[in-house]
T-cell receptor
Framework: GAVVSQHPSRVICKSGTSVKIECRSLDFQATTMFWYRQFPKKSLMLMATSNEGSKATYEQGVEKDKFLINHASLTLSTLTVTSAHPEDSSFYIC????????????FGQGTRLTVV | DAKTTQPPSMDCAEGRAANLPCNHSTISGNEYVYWYRQIHSQGPQYIIHGLKNNETNEMASLIITEDRKSSTLILPHATLRDTAVYYCIVRPANAGNMLTFGGGTRLMVKP
């Protein structure tokens, strides 16, 4: 299957700082990328959908000014957690899909964010 | 508004077939059934998908009932590495490929 690379896999940051997470599609062009977060023993929750070259669409309850998403190219999307707080500690996962209606989505390996 | 129902957990003996059920009684005609799995602390991995015909690939088989209201994912010879949470997802054809995850089934493969 296609490869989606997410970096970093693990990050610890201090409260009040910002953290950037990258998501790259390595062998296909991703027209759409999705960002999820997952709390321990819970399912994935969609945060936002981003299309290359346009603004991201955020799910209800997700603060767009706190979770900045940039999808500047067909192979790269970034999620920046701004002014991080301990409650932002979570597992963040990106997903990417290529062209066509039924192209399955491929997921990155996830980023474990811990805010101390 | 969950679209799929799965048992929260299942056990399977190593080497035996693992049959994971999923109910999707409100599925509509243009919706596909997708299966993903998530091994601990990793991103979800695509397994298989289908519309109405049974499907098989190198990982698993997908059996969809004739009325499409339920399906079964079959891992023919489960190994310890198949221990994971398995998600059954119903997705409309033109939903931009957004995947909505339910609770999934936590499969424990035991030696």
């Amino acid at each position: 299957g296609a490869v989606v690379s997410q970096h970093p896999s693990r990050v610890i940051c201090k409260s009040g700082t910002s953290v950037k997470i990258e998501c790259r599609s390595l062998d296909f062009q991703a027209t759409t990328m999705f960002w999820y977060r997952q709390f321990p023993k819970k399912s994935l929750m969609l945060m936002a959908t981003s299309n290359e070259g346009s603004k991201a669409t955020y799910e209800q309850g997700v603060e767009k000014d706190k979770f900045l998403i940039n999808h500047a190219s067909l192979t790269l999307s970034t999620l920046t957690v701004t002014s991080a707080h301990p409650e932002d500690s979570s597992f963040y996962i990106c997903s990417a899909r290529g062209f066509g209606d039924h192209t399955e989505a491929f997921f990155g390996q996830g980023t474990r964010l811990t805010v101390v | 508004d969950a679209k799929t129902t799965q048992p929260p957990s299942m056990d399977c003996a190593e080497g035996r077939a693992a049959n994971l059920p999923c109910n999707h009684s409100t599925i509509s005609g243009n919706e596909y059934v997708y299966w993903y799995r998530q091994i601990h602390s990793q991103g979800p991995q695509y397994i298989i998908h289908g519309l109405k015909n049974n499907e098989t690939n190198e990982m698993a088989s997908l059996i969809i009932t004739e009325d499409r209201k339920s399906s079964t994912l079959i891992l023919p010879h489960a190994t310890l590495r198949d221990t994971a949470v398995y998600y059954c997802i119903v997705r409309p054809a033109n939903a931009g490929n957004m995947l909505t995850f339910g609770g999934g089934t936590r499969l424990m493969v035991k030696p």
